[in-house]
Structure formats: C-alpha cells, structure tokens
C-alpha cells in the first residue's frame, strides 16, 4: 500500500515539471509526512492542458451515502480496479497524477516496526498514480477526492512490503492523463513496478509514524538499532 509520502519542493518547481502555466493553488510549503485525508496536490488534463489543483485523500464515490468511505480507499489495485464499482469509471475516465519525492513504508523487523523511505536514486520528483471522483453531499457541498494505485513489489520493496505505489515513467505521464483514453488495455502497461535499480530505499525516524510530525528532519537518514548490532 502507500500511506505516507513526501513533496518536499516549491511550488514553482511542481509547475515547471508538469508544464502547469497558472494554478489556483494559493500556497505550497514542503511536506515530509503527507498522510490520508489531507488534501493533497495533484495534476489533471483538461483536454488541452495540465492543471495542478488538490484532492482529498481518500477517494469518495459519486454514490456512496458517507464520505467516511473514503478512509476505505485510500489506494486501489491496479490488477482489479477496472472490476471495482468505485473505480472502474475513475480509471476510464478520471485519472490524475499525484507528485512525490518520496515514500514511506513500514518493515518488519527483529526489533519491531522501522519506516523506510523510498526515494529515486536522482532523488527528482515522481508520479505517482492516481484517480480522481467528485461526491456531492445531499446539502449541495462538493468534495474531490483521489486514491493511489498500488502493484505487485519489485526486489528492493519486497522485503519491506507486499504492495508498492504505481510510479509512472516520465515518458507515460501523458498517457495517463489523456482523458480520450478509455481503453483499460492501452493503460495497463503502465501499472507495473517501478525498476528496482532506479530506486534506493533507506531508514528513518519512528516519527514518521505520527502525522503531527513534519519537518525536514523526517527525512534524514536514521541509524537503526540493527546496524548499532552490527557494528
């Protein structure tokens, strides 16, 4: 799964990486521990161009009666999401892109439970997958919300989890966003893992764990108690 990440960038740089020419965000300041129900940015086609907007994490279907559902969905299977009532139309249809430097997973170890952030090798900016809906509650208000898509583990995350976030490769972006894509077997493709050899994966700070906490010291390298063993 993937309950945690990082965007730790200005806005300015999100804007040039996407080509995004105007927003209506008002302001953006890094984040270190992006956690579910926050609103969170993220980058759709409009048919003509992208636009940067924010979501709620936490995808709400058009016909769900209580948009608590939306702590149920906070990712969804690529291998089954194009059967799933909540998000085969989203995945036609209503697909975003939600930008990350990082991530965050939990590892089983001898000495309980250590947060490991996944990060690119250049540490630059990636997409995750995403798809978007819009619910409106029967007093007229109006919440967008996304989910992330998840896939099967490459070698580097396998040990740590059994589900990683889709990352999409640069040159799909646009593919992905193309709303005139309908096909679930021209986007398939792209829901694979992410090269192993491309990502590095590394230790840090158990406060990661809570989401009152979220400075830049979330991201430093942490020195587990494995590694003071084995020294």
């Known amino acids: 799964m993937c309950g945690r990440y990082t965007l730790t960038v200005t806005l300015e740089e999100l804007m040039v990486r996407y080509m995004i020419e105007e927003t209506t965000v008002p302001f953006h300041r890094p984040k270190y521990n992006v956690a579910p129900s926050q609103q969170v940015l993220a980058i759709i086609n409009d048919g003509q161009s992208n636009r940067l907007g924010e979501l709620k994490w936490g995808l709400i279907p058009p016909w769900a009666d209580d948009?608590?559902?939306?702590?149920?969905?906070?990712?969804a299977r690529s291998e089954t999401a194009a059967s799933k009532p909540a998000f085969q139309n989203p995945l036609r249809r209503k697909r975003c892109i939600i930008p990350a430097d990082g991530f965050y997973e939990w590892k089983t170890t001898a000495n309980g439970k250590q947060p490991m952030r996944i990060v690119l090798k250049s540490r630059a900016l990636f997409s995750l997958a995403g798809l978007y809906e819009s619910w409106i509650s029967p007093e007229g208000s109006k919440i967008n919300s996304c989910t992330i898509l998840t896939?099967?583990?490459?070698?580097?995350?396998?040990?740590?989890?059994?589900?990683?976030?889709?990352?999409?490769?640069?040159?799909?972006?646009?593919?992905?966003?193309?709303?005139?894509?309908?096909?679930?077997?021209?986007?398939?493709?792209?829901?694979?893992?992410?090269?192993?050899?491309?990502?590095?994966?590394?230790?840090?700070?158990?406060?990661?764990?809570?989401?009152?906490?979220?400075?830049?010291?979330?991201?430093?390298?942490?020195?587990?108690?494995?590694?003071?063993?084995?020294?």
């Open 151 to 231: 896939t099967t583990p490459n070698e580097l995350i396998a040990p740590i989890h059994d589900r990683m976030p889709v990352i999409l490769r640069p040159e799909d972006e646009q593919l992905w966003l193309n709303r005139s894509v309908t096909e679930i077997d021209a986007l398939s493709p792209l829901l694979r893992p992410y090269h192993a050899d491309e990502l590095d994966a590394y230790a840090v700070s158990p406060a990661v764990g809570s989401v009152r906490n979220d400075d830049c010291s979330l991201i430093d390298s942490y020195t587990t108690d494995e590694q003071l063993e084995l020294w």
């Open 67 to 75: 948009p608590k559902i939306g702590f149920q969905m906070l990712n």
